[in-house]
């Protein structure tokens, strides 16, 4: 403080912010925000190919949008699907929209695999070829003389057996009407037309999810003034409605938090000046943040948003803490000020500094964004008030005694004196009440909970997916081998298995590779199964002289069989063919093994699926149970760490206060925290891994109330004016008032979040804070005691 000249140290502070507004200028002319779910949660802990698995499962959810146009005949229903194309093309926010069925791409499929049609074989003809073969036979002439025989027969020129037709009709086994080329399902009382949509971008900005729920309301609104209705779902209307809940809660907190400190500092100071200041404090290390955090992520997540506007009510403490000291003193001095409360502010920051810490050890991006985001704000405040706040202060002096700083001096003044004379029955009853919360506190650690859909969008998604039963679950198993024909026959023996689940009704559908394309084994083995049971026993020729085929028809089709011997399809050439979905589940094949996905629909017995992972090559994979599980073990994790922190803090001010102030600073946020943690116990709140962190913020900034407490009584020692004291102890009174009230409201509001991770977060720091305001003022007693002074 001997070489602090305020006006150097403001330039250095305007050169500083100037150097972070030229960096930002480049970071946030790019798209820098990021509304994804996914981006939140953290990179498998398993084996690479599980993580890969996991973002290859789920490329098709995150850009698929599934409409249903209902009416009460078909016809309404496909001319409300006509009209709603129209608008989504208008949109210009799909790569793809279906309405009919794209028959080019099927023929072009049947034209790819045909010659190869003695080797591709469905599983059910391989069954009746192995038990029966004049069963497929007969079956062919039922087809042919019942009302099908239009369609059937057309293939029956170059595929007489019709072996093609029924492995190409196998390729898609849940069977849909068509009408006019468009898919038609019906419930009890509606026809509803189905409309596929894939959004140009996986990675939506905040502008293109705006622009979708909007296309979504209107589009609804028009269906509906029409006479028809409208159901919408898909993973990116979920992140369009979680990002618009998450802009409207980062509107709610910040107006919220900013209109409560200006009605606040109004209120005490009767100046604009410290309102401006704190503001100046405030916009400076948000923007610092926010361009620091897009520098170094590339792109943050809008729910980082959410907690930092929360850092309103924190990172005003420093300048609070400041502008108060100007009713502690009759000639007051900025410079003086700082002189004075620079240790107070200096271990307040390297508390809360050490607090995000334990959020950057964090496995979740989300987390990690939060702890550097909350960390560079606070620290950029920090600096703000320290280096720019002498300078702009200067000629400031209050000349009033706000009623805050009188009911503020009144409280530190009695409530201690009332809290310690009463401690009879209180420490009991705080025990009582701490040990029944703690009794009563449950852990959640449901990764579900991070995302709060509405019911109605809820309510629209399982309908959709009563009337179309192809939605994929969460859960899949993934599938590997030594090599190719290994992995062929591990996934066989899965398929067998899931097929027996199908038949009890603990699964509704499956797909594996597999199941469409053998190996080639396994054409081998067709081939010469179709050889055995139909060619070289005659009853080919007798069955096509029986539907009336000319001996050149007959000759013909013997000799395509006989050139086809050595015939086969490889992987490659096959999923060239195939849809999307199919060309999904390949993973590739490497020098140690190859790997596949097995999707599911329906599941009605997770136990009974588990179970198979103990299948060769089969590992079961359930992103739910695998990231709560995550959350489990961190919860832990961070439960030793919050220890740590606890004790890392009580160690440095042993060193610097003894270790009796150190404990008696410290039991401040150690009561706060045990209170919060009660509070969560008696109303049922959520108990997880973030309500950790959220006491990590507890400790910081019950430490900051108690240090400074600490610091005000300390200071009666050695100054030899008693008014001056008293003075001292009601600015500090009031400072730690304000700034208490101020985070109050910041993280207060967060408990009004319709996500119950961030209500849970906002209500465990409510908690402790407010725990921490009430205790805080003993600090300065306990001290006296220890002296042997009066209270």
């Avoid at 972070?20 to 690479?48: C, H, M, N, R, Y």
């Avoid at 599980?629 to 004790?647: D, G, M, N």
């Amino acid at each position: 403080m001997n070489v602090y000249h305020p006006k150097i140290t403001a330039w250095l502070w305007l050169t500083m912010m100037l150097i972070i507004g030229v960096l930002g200028s480049q970071a946030l002319s790019k798209d820098w925000l990021e509304t994804g779910f996914l981006a939140l949660l953290p990179a498998s802990e398993q084996q690479p190919e599980i993580a890969k698995a996991i973002q290859q499962h789920n490329e098709l959810l995150n850009r698929k949008v599934i409409w249903l146009t209902g009416a009460a005949s078909s016809k309404d229903a496909i001319s409300h699907a006509r009209q709603l194309k129209q608008q989504l093309e208008q949109s210009k926010l799909f790569a793809s929209i279906v309405l009919e069925m794209p028959q080019q791409n099927m023929v072009k499929q049947y034209q790819q695999l045909f010659p190869y049609r003695y080797q591709l074989l469905d599983a059910q003809t391989q069954l009746t070829l192995n038990s029966n073969p004049k069963d497929l036979l007969g079956q062919n002439l039922q087809t042919l003389y019942s009302p099908m025989a239009q369609m059937t027969s057309a293939d029956l020129e170059h595929d007489p057996l019709l072996i093609f037709s029924r492995y190409f009709n196998a390729q898609n086994p849940i069977k849909l009407t068509l009408e006019q080329g468009i898919v038609v399902l019906h419930d009890a009382d509606k026809y509803w037309a189905l409309l596929l949509t894939d959004l140009e971008d996986a990675h939506l900005q905040l502008d293109k999810l705006e622009t979708l729920l909007a296309l979504v309301k209107t589009t609804t609104t028009q269906v509906q003034t029409a006479g028809g209705e409208l159901m919408v779902t898909g993973m990116p209307l979920f992140t369009a409605q979680g990002s618009d809940s998450a802009k409207q809660e980062i509107s709610t907190v910040g107006v919220g938090s900013s209109v409560g400190i200006i009605i606040l500092l109004m209120l005490t100071f009767r100046s604009v000046r410290p309102l401006l200041l704190s503001f100046l404090a405030i916009g400076s290390g948000l923007f610092a943040a926010l361009v620091i955090s897009v520098l170094v992520f590339g792109k943050i997540h809008i729910i980082t948003l959410v907690f930092g506007a929360s850092l309103i009510g924190v990172a005003d403490d420093y300048a609070l803490h400041f502008v108060c000291d100007s009713f502690g003193a009759k000639n007051w001095q900025p410079r003086q000020s700082l002189r004075y409360i620079f240790p107070g502010l200096l271990i307040g920051l390297l508390t809360n500094l050490l607090s995000y810490a334990g959020l950057v050890f964090s496995p979740f991006p989300g987390l990690q964004e939060v702890a550097l985001f909350s960390a560079i704000g606070l620290l950029f405040a920090w600096l703000t008030v320290v280096l720019l706040f002498p300078l702009l202060l200067t000629g400031f002096k209050p000349d009033h005694k706000p009623i805050i700083l009188k009911v503020a001096n009144y409280w530190q003044q009695h409530w201690p004196v009332w809290l310690l004379k009463n401690r009879r029955w209180i420490c009991p009853l705080a025990v009582v009440f701490i040990a029944g919360g703690l009794w009563q506190l449950t852990p959640r650690d449901d990764v579900r909970l991070l995302q709060s859909a509405p019911a109605e969008l809820l309510k629209t998604a399982d309908k959709i997916k009563q009337l179309l039963p192809v939605s994929q679950e969460n859960q899949f198993f993934l599938v590997s081998g030594a090599n190719l024909n290994d992995w062929h026959h591990n996934e066989q023996q899965l398929l067998e298995h899931l097929k027996s689940l199908t038949q009890q009704h603990k699964l509704m559908a499956y797909q594996g590779l597999s199941n469409y394309w053998p190996d080639q084994h396994s054409q081998q083995q067709n081939y010469q199964l179709l050889h055995k049971t139909l060619y070289q026993s005659g009853l080919l020729k007798y069955y096509m002289t029986e539907l009336g085929f000319s001996k050149n028809a007959i000759t013909s089709e013997l000799k395509q069989f006989n050139d086809a011997k050595n015939k086969s399809i490889a992987l490659p050439e096959w999923l060239a063919t195939a849809d999307e979905a199919k060309q999904n589940l390949w993973l590739g094949c490497d020098a140690t093994h190859c790997l596949s996905l097995v999707s599911l629909t329906g599941i009605t017995d997770l136990s009974a699926l588990s179970s198979l992972q103990n299948l060769q090559g089969v590992a079961w994979v359930d992103q739910v149970e695998q990231l709560s599980s995550l959350f489990t073990r961190y919860r832990i994790r961070v439960s030793l760490l919050l220890i740590a922190a606890y004790l890392l803090v009580f160690t440095g001010f042993a060193l610097k206060f003894g270790w009796r102030n150190a404990l008696t600073i410290i039991s401040i946020p150690i009561i706060a925290t045990l209170v919060s943690l009660a509070m969560m116990g008696w109303f049922d709140q959520l108990f997880s891994l973030f309500n950790l962190f959220a006491l990590l913020l507890v400790l910081g900034i019950g430490v900051d109330d108690a240090i400074f407490f600490f610091m005000a009584y300390n200071s009666e020692q050695s100054s030899p004016s008693a008014t001056d004291n008293e003075d001292k102890r009601a600015s500090t009174s009031l400072a730690v008032t304000l700034s208490a009230l101020t985070t109050l409201l910041a993280f207060g509001l967060l408990a009004v979040s319709s996500t119950e991770i961030v209500h849970a977060f906002g209500f465990t720091v409510a908690a402790g804070i407010f725990t921490a305001l009430a205790c805080s003022p003993l600090v300065g007693h306990q001290v006296n005691l220890h002296d042997n002074r009066k209270v």
